[in-house]
């Protein structure tokens, strides 16, 4: 049976991750395991509602189902999540294994930071006479970084210069907050240390990039190193000087540890990894060349990833507009589906995109609300492609994780990513063997833009309808229900618009004035006007029932005769009329009574040049009526 393991952590370390699956995918060749990796993009800086909708895909998997739990420490620096998933994996029974953070009851994976850190100072002092430091921490509860600082802190102090540390700034790891720093630290005129040691290559990295903007020159007026000797620092100039973790070693020493346990042997409770210091132009110091091969190499590459990354934002930009231009829910889910059967080739033959059931429906009811912790137990497949085969069915059970999920197929990795809008959770996407869609941040980007374009959609959709309901109110009789004067004005004026371009029309308007309103208010009180109001004008929709009805004033309706009440006009002026009570002006007047008076003209073309030249012609119609019905002598 193929083992499944569980992996845990953010994705923005994508360098160092990459190494360390890429070690732990190597070491479990032998096996038959399956890797898991659950991930999303969470700041510090977020609110509390982004965190949340990202890191609920940490409680998608129930861990009952798996051999064991891995949690790559170095990207996952949130103690809560990290206490939460240890928990977990203790009450499910199975190993949980830590790089970067020790907790207990888990197996520990780490580096030996504090060796390489104090030979980083040792380099920095005895080579090139650095006196002053100024150390850029990550936050104030990562083992990594206080561990680093420590070494810095014990190596100054056993010499004797405890006071050559002179700041450590925690960035919690944001390159914004580095920019900030030494903005101001320059603008305050404040004189430079000797040497940055910053607790990453990322935070060095930005350290040159602000120091050079404020006229400081690295290495001339001050040195700046690292932590991880990921490719990125390599290439960059200057090369930064930088601690090697050696991720790819921690991943295979990990998956080493997996192959022990899984074949019931015992093991040792943790694993150090040397660690070593790397010299490189940010300190001064000659790279040997090897910077420029990477340079080199990575410049020829520019080529390929950037026709790669100008189809990916097209690919993204027709995802955009296929979801924005979809009018319903069922349109967006059948036309988002149709594109990605289409052309996967970004996707690949094996990825899934799995909707909260009641995504669509939060679309009409804002009483329905996404705002949740983990996911329904069965879930709406969107689109759902294993091996190059879609899943049949439209529904799916949440805890089997993947549609068509193959347990004899040879060994995977699948990403498992959060679709959400703050806390709303609309489901979650899966990537199938993507270490270099990580490395390049395409999964964040394709992720977080899927996110947006969903939470747009769902709110341009609900304020259309709130909209529509909206126009609706506004353009209804509360009274009787039909349309009122103001949807009226609007008909009146698309008719106009087709008169105006010569199109070839068929209607008419027929007239309706109630008799006897005012003598039924004043025998029988308003409410009884109101009732008789009712009446009347149930009785014209039911005679004009294919045509709109509007009710135009107190006692005057309107409606435009088209199609079948057009053809039969004469035919309906007689059985409404033959439906009329018998014309009366004395008191009481009947529960039943409804009296009156119509009148019905049809467009003429070579006539009419406007709506209301036909309009004329049925008010003057409704009141020869209305004379008829009162025994009124008519005057023509």
């Given at each position: 049976m193929k083992k499944k393991i569980a992996v845990f952590t953010t994705g923005w370390c994508c360098e160092i991750l990459t190494q360390f699956l890429t070690g732990l995918k190597e070491s479990l060749r032998s096996e038959k395991a399956d890797l898991f990796l659950f991930t999303g993009y969470p700041t510090y800086v977020d609110s509390a509602a982004n965190k949340k909708g990202e890191m609920n895909i940490f409680r998608l998997p129930d861990l009952k189902d798996f051999d064991g739990t891995v949690i790559f420490g170095s990207g996952l620096d949130f103690k809560e999540e990290v206490d939460r998933i240890v928990k977990k994996s203790n009450e499910a029974g199975i190993p949980v294994i830590l790089q970067g953070v020790r907790r207990e009851g888990a197996y520990y994976i780490g580096s030996d930071n504090y060796v390489a850190t104090r030979d980083m100072c040792s380099h920095l002092s005895d080579v090139h006479g650095v006196k002053t430091i100024i150390f850029m921490a990550g936050t104030d509860d990562s083992m990594d970084s206080n561990l680093r600082l420590k070494a810095v802190k014990d190596y100054l102090e056993e010499n004797g210069r405890s006071g050559d540390l002179i700041d450590v700034y925690y960035s919690k790891w944001e390159n914004a907050a580095i920019t900030r720093y030494f903005n101001a630290y320059c603008s305050e005129g404040k004189p430079l240390p000797d040497a940055i040691i910053c607790a990453n290559d990322g935070l060095a990295m930005e350290t040159c990039i602000t120091l050079e903007k404020n006229n400081v020159d690295v290495p001339g007026q001050v040195l700046v190193t690292g932590y991880d000797h990921i490719d990125n620092s390599r290439i960059f100039y200057p090369s930064i000087a930088s601690v090697d973790q050696c991720f790819i070693q921690m991943g295979e020493a990990c998956g080493d540890m997996w192959k022990k346990l899984f074949a019931g042997e015992t093991v040792s409770e943790e694993v150090i990894i040397p660690c070593k210091f790397i010299p490189a132009e940010s300190c001064k110091c000659d790279d040997k060349g090897y910077c420029d091969d990477l340079r080199r190499r990575m410049g020829r590459e520019m080529f390929s990833k950037r026709a790669e990354n100008t189809y990916f934002n097209r690919k993204l930009n027709l995802i955009d507009s296929t979801v924005l231009s979809s009018i319903t829910f069922s349109e967006f889910s059948v036309r988002l589906h149709d594109l990605l059967l289409l052309d996967h080739s970004f996707e690949g033959d094996s990825f899934h995109v799995l909707l909260e059931p009641n995504f669509g429906l939060s679309i009409n009811d804002p009483n329905i609300t996404l705002d949740k912790e983990g996911y329904s137990s069965n879930m709406d497949v969107l689109y759902s492609m294993e091996n190059g085969t879609e899943y049949a069915s439209p529904r799916f059970p949440s805890s089997s994780l993947i549609p068509g999920y193959d347990p004899e197929d040879e060994n995977r990795l699948y990403a498992f990513l959060a679709l959400h809008e703050g806390s709303d959770a609309f489901g979650y996407v899966v990537f199938r063997d993507c270490l270099d869609k990580i490395l390049n941040h395409?999964?964040?980007?394709?992720?977080?833009?899927?996110?947006?374009?969903?939470?747009?959609?769902?709110?341009?959709?609900?304020?259309?309808?709130?909209?529509?309901?909206?126009?609706?109110?506004?353009?209804?009789?509360?009274?009787?229900?039909?349309?009122?004067?103001?949807?009226?004005?609007?008909?009146?004026?698309?008719?106009?618009?087709?008169?105006?371009?010569?199109?070839?029309?068929?209607?008419?308007?027929?007239?309706?004035?109630?008799?006897?309103?005012?003598?039924?208010?004043?025998?029988?009180?308003?409410?009884?006007?109101?009732?008789?109001?009712?009446?009347?004008?149930?009785?014209?929709?039911?005679?004009?029932?294919?045509?709109?009805?509007?009710?135009?004033?107190?006692?005057?309706?309107?409606?435009?005769?088209?199609?079948?009440?057009?053809?039969?006009?004469?035919?309906?002026?007689?059985?409404?009329?033959?439906?009329?009570?018998?014309?009366?002006?004395a008191a009481p007047i009947p529960d039943d009574y409804i009296s009156i008076a119509v009148g019905i003209a049809e467009y003429i073309p070579t006539k009419d040049r406007s709506v209301q030249s036909t309009v004329k012609r049925a008010d003057e119609k409704m009141y020869r009526h209305k004379a008829e019905i009162k025994g009124l002598e008519i005057n023509e």
């Amino acid at each position: 049976m193929k083992k499944k393991i569980a992996v845990f952590t953010t994705g923005w370390c994508c360098e160092i991750l990459t190494q360390f699956l890429t070690g732990l995918k190597e070491s479990l060749r032998s096996e038959k395991a399956d890797l898991f990796l659950f991930t999303g993009y969470p700041t510090y800086v977020d609110s509390a509602a982004n965190k949340k909708g990202e890191m609920n895909i940490f409680r998608l998997p129930d861990l009952k189902d798996f051999d064991g739990t891995v949690i790559f420490g170095s990207g996952l620096d949130f103690k809560e999540e990290v206490d939460r998933i240890v928990k977990k994996s203790n009450e499910a029974g199975i190993p949980v294994i830590l790089q970067g953070v020790r907790r207990e009851g888990a197996y520990y994976i780490g580096s030996d930071n504090y060796v390489a850190t104090r030979d980083m100072c040792s380099h920095l002092s005895d080579v090139h006479g650095v006196k002053t430091i100024i150390f850029m921490a990550g936050t104030d509860d990562s083992m990594d970084s206080n561990l680093r600082l420590k070494a810095v802190k014990d190596y100054l102090e056993e010499n004797g210069r405890s006071g050559d540390l002179i700041d450590v700034y925690y960035s919690k790891w944001e390159n914004a907050a580095i920019t900030r720093y030494f903005n101001a630290y320059c603008s305050e005129g404040k004189p430079l240390p000797d040497a940055i040691i910053c607790a990453n290559d990322g935070l060095a990295m930005e350290t040159c990039i602000t120091l050079e903007k404020n006229n400081v020159d690295v290495p001339g007026q001050v040195l700046v190193t690292g932590y991880d000797h990921i490719d990125n620092s390599r290439i960059f100039y200057p090369s930064i000087a930088s601690v090697d973790q050696c991720f790819i070693q921690m991943g295979e020493a990990c998956g080493d540890m997996w192959k022990k346990l899984f074949a019931g042997e015992t093991v040792s409770e943790e694993v150090i990894i040397p660690c070593k210091f790397i010299p490189a132009e940010s300190c001064k110091c000659d790279d040997k060349g090897y910077c420029d091969d990477l340079r080199r190499r990575m410049g020829r590459e520019m080529f390929s990833k950037r026709a790669e990354n100008t189809y990916f934002n097209r690919k993204l930009n027709l995802i955009d507009s296929t979801v924005l231009s979809s009018i319903t829910f069922s349109e967006f889910s059948v036309r988002l589906h149709d594109l990605l059967l289409l052309d996967h080739s970004f996707e690949g033959d094996s990825f899934h995109v799995l909707l909260e059931p009641n995504f669509g429906l939060s679309i009409n009811d804002p009483n329905i609300t996404l705002d949740k912790e983990g996911y329904s137990s069965n879930m709406d497949v969107l689109y759902s492609m294993e091996n190059g085969t879609e899943y049949a069915s439209p529904r799916f059970p949440s805890s089997s994780l993947i549609p068509g999920y193959d347990p004899e197929d040879e060994n995977r990795l699948y990403a498992f990513l959060a679709l959400h809008e703050g806390s709303d959770a609309f489901g979650y996407v899966v990537f199938r063997d993507c270490l270099d869609k990580i490395l390049n941040h395409l999964l964040q980007t394709y992720q977080s833009r899927l996110g947006l374009v969903f939470d747009k959609f769902r709110h341009a959709l609900s304020l259309d309808l709130i909209n529509k309901r909206l126009v609706d109110i506004m353009k209804r009789d509360p009274l009787t229900n039909v349309s009122n004067r103001r949807a009226y004005e609007d008909k009146e004026l698309f008719l106009q618009s087709q008169i105006n371009s010569d199109a070839n029309i068929n209607f008419a308007i027929a007239m309706f004035d109630i008799n006897n309103l005012k003598l039924v208010n004043d025998s029988k009180g308003h409410e009884a006007g109101d009732e008789y109001i009712v009446r009347a004008c149930r009785l014209i929709c039911n005679v004009f029932k294919h045509s709109p009805v509007y009710r135009v004033g107190g006692d005057e309706f309107i409606a435009v005769l088209t199609g079948n009440d057009y053809i039969n006009r004469f035919d309906l002026f007689d059985e409404i009329t033959s439906k009329l009570s018998p014309y009366t002006n004395a008191a009481p007047i009947p529960d039943d009574y409804i009296s009156i008076a119509v009148g019905i003209a049809e467009y003429i073309p070579t006539k009419d040049r406007s709506v209301q030249s036909t309009v004329k012609r049925a008010d003057e119609k409704m009141y020869r009526h209305k004379a008829e019905i009162k025994g009124l002598e008519i005057n023509e």
